[in-house]
């Protein structure tokens, strides 16, 4: 008789006792050149995430030079007055370093993450990319060609094309806002390397800027670090700009941007509303996430899953811009793709959906899950310093408080379902959103004027 084997297995892990999480809370400091510091120790994190936020708005740039801030911002990871663009480039490469840049409405952001090891390192080529940038001709001019390049390709994207449109369309013409935040062909081409340094000049200096450092500090004496490196960049006392308000014209109608042969239509449905500041925020997050944040919204469960219209229909809520005295706005929007034949069907389900939630409100089932989601994958969500260090980042360009985003994950676990329906009905009231359609104008123009959601209007794909 054949004996059988047997097998020992290994006791099955157990799960930990549940710790309770919180995000995470930085200290603050002011370094002697007026630079405000926030830092956060995260055990463990070995590379750490470093953002600069420089008062350097779009709102800033001088007239018909829109783009400026962009080209300063590539600018400064291409060369230093210690080391040419190439130099600079290697000498991150063996930090092990990456050095990001861009402008937008609240200001520029230079993002830094480094191994802890060589924090040093990293920290010294930050400072002298914004204590000294060589802003060379030659670069500039790379940079500028560049983004012209680039300029085409965006307005074929029907994505960014929408984008570019509902600006337009929502904001004075006046208004930055109203203007591609990159430039435009007509702008861009009259930048050089003396109007990106005179806009350095006027608006890059320590005492109006903010750097947060998140990762592992063991070890680390990062007040000396900092007032070697970042300490030792100087510059003019200066004053935050004001910053004017947001004012915006969501009276209900459609722009169709035509685009003969299309095949799908991009929609992008949106308006402005409250900003983090608003007491409405949290609900409004959550009403926003119940109407259209994940696969298992409203909107998917009725043009997705139902209908077949879309691979995907998302509301969504991005902060536009804030001030120091707590008022500001966001862009709240709907926004997908559908095939052409179906772009008006898809738009009437679209506004039953937000009628029926109108008349109805949202479950208790539906706001359980979102609290879920949006609550319970916070902990995921900022493993990374780079997470940690984006939002704090986020929360000094928007004047918040330190703690914020620890107290929005408790008042959204704390948020009922009234409160959402009622923040998510004020977010998207039927009659005063603005609709854009980038599409073949001659199959979908007379599908959607019969809908009656606002007069339409066709223009010119550039």
């Not at 920290?123 to 680039?150: I, K, Q, T």
């Not at 459609?254 to 609900?283: C, E, F, K, N, Y």
């Not at 985003?405 to 329906?421: D, F, H, I, P």
């Amino acid at each position: 008789m054949t004996e059988l084997a047997t097998m020992d297995f290994h006791p099955q892990p157990q799960p930990g006792e549940a710790r309770p999480w919180a995000f995470p809370a930085p200290e603050r400091t002011t370094l002697d050149n007026g630079l405000t510091v926030l830092r956060c120790h995260r055990p463990g994190q070995q590379v750490v995430a470093v953002e600069v936020m420089l008062d350097a708005p779009l709102d800033a740039e001088p007239s018909g030079l829109d783009g400026v801030a962009t080209i300063m911002a590539r600018a400064f990871s291409e060369g230093t007055d210690q080391h040419s663009a190439e130099e600079f480039a290697a000498e991150l490469e063996r930090a092990g370093a990456t050095l990001d840049a861009h402008a937008d409405h609240p200001g520029v952001r230079i993002s830094l993450e480094v191994p802890a090891s060589r924090l040093a390192k990293g920290l010294g080529l930050l400072a002298d990319a914004l204590r000294a940038p060589a802003f060379a001709e030659s670069e500039v001019e790379r940079l500028v060609r560049n983004r012209l390049d680039e300029i085409p390709h965006e307005l074929a994207n029907p994505s960014r094309r929408a984008a570019k449109e509902l600006s337009r369309q929502l904001f004075p013409a006046a208004s930055r806002m109203s203007r591609p935040r990159q430039g435009t062909e007509d702008t861009v081409e009259k930048i050089d390397a003396a109007a990106v340094r005179a806009f350095y000049d006027r608006h890059v200096r320590p005492a109006t800027a903010t750097v947060v450092v998140v990762g592992d500090l063991t070890g680390t004496d990062l007040d000396e670090l900092l007032g070697d490196t970042l300490g030792a960049w100087s510059g003019t006392p200066g004053q935050p700009r004001p910053v004017p308000p947001v004012t915006a014209d969501d009276t209900g109608r459609v722009v169709i941007v035509d685009r003969p042969g299309a095949v799908q239509t991009q929609l992008l449905i949106g308006r402005i509303g409250p900003d983090r500041h608003d007491r409405v925020w949290p609900a409004q997050v959550l009403g926003t996430y119940c109407l259209g944040g994940t696969l298992t919204s409203r909107l998917d469960r009725v043009l997705r899953e139902e209908k077949g219209y879309t691979y995907g229909v998302r509301s969504f809520g991005q902060v536009l811009r804030s001030t120091p005295e707590g008022t500001g706005a966001a862009m709240l929007a709907i926004s997908g793709s559908v095939d052409t034949p179906n772009t008006g069907p898809a738009l009437e389900d679209l506004w039953k959906v937000l009628r029926t939630l109108a008349a109805e409100g949202l479950t208790d089932a539906e706001r359980d899950v979102a609290v879920q989601n949006l609550v319970g994958v916070a902990p995921l969500k900022y493993e990374t310093a780079a997470a940690v260090a984006s939002t704090l980042a986020d929360q000094v360009e928007q004047h918040l408080p330190d703690d914020f985003q620890a107290t929005l994950y408790q008042q959204l676990a704390a948020t009922g379902t009234v409160e959402a329906t009622a923040a998510v009905i004020n977010a998207f009231p039927v009659d005063r959103l603005v609709t854009v359609l980038v599409g073949d104008a001659a199959e979908i123009k007379a599908p959607v004027e019969a809908l009656g959601i606002g007069e339409v209007t066709v223009v010119t794909a550039e």
